[in-house]
């Protein structure tokens, strides 16, 4: 399983919000550690809203989810956003691929 963080401020990659103090849990996506790139597809809103992907369980609790009309709602995982693998490794989402947090 990899554990999905939303930075609270995000700035798009221009600078790295502080991890783990900057980030909220968003989501958990039901992947190995060596597939972990695909967690960015999964918790994106591609062709629907990413937290209704199979193998996505969303935190609907998480302060990033709002409500808007009646339906809770977040953004996609974007650059600055970070996940965490099974195996402790923190990767930021970088513009393009992941960078290893701290490696």
Same mark, same amino acid.
């Given at each position: 399983?990899?554990?999905?963080?939303?930075?609270?401020?995000?700035?798009?990659?221009?600078?790295?919000?502080?991890?783990?103090?900057?980030?909220?849990?968003?989501?958990?996506?039901?992947?190995?550690?060596?597939?972990?790139?695909? +967690? #960015? *597809?999964?918790?994106?809103?591609?062709?629907?809203?990413?937290?209704?992907?199979? @193998?996505?369980?969303?935190? $609907?609790? &998480?302060? +990033? #989810? *709002?409500?808007?009309?009646?339906?809770?709602?977040?953004?996609?995982?974007?650059? @600055?956003?970070?996940?965490? $693998?099974? &195996?402790?490794?923190?990767?930021?989402?970088?513009?393009?691929?992941?960078?290893?947090?701290?490696?």
């Amino acid at each position: 399983m990899i554990r999905v963080y939303h930075a609270t401020n995000p700035t798009w990659g221009f600078t790295d919000p502080a991890w783990p103090d900057e980030y909220t849990e968003v989501a958990h996506v039901d992947l190995d550690d060596n597939n972990y790139a695909d +967690a #960015f *597809r999964l918790t994106n809103s591609i062709e629907s809203y990413w937290w209704e992907n199979k @193998g996505v369980t969303p935190l $609907l609790d &998480s302060p +990033a #989810f *709002r409500e808007v009309d009646g339906m809770k709602g977040t953004r996609s995982t974007s650059v @600055g956003d970070v996940i965490v $693998l099974s &195996s402790g490794k923190v990767m930021r989402c970088a513009s393009v691929g992941w960078t290893e947090v701290g490696g």
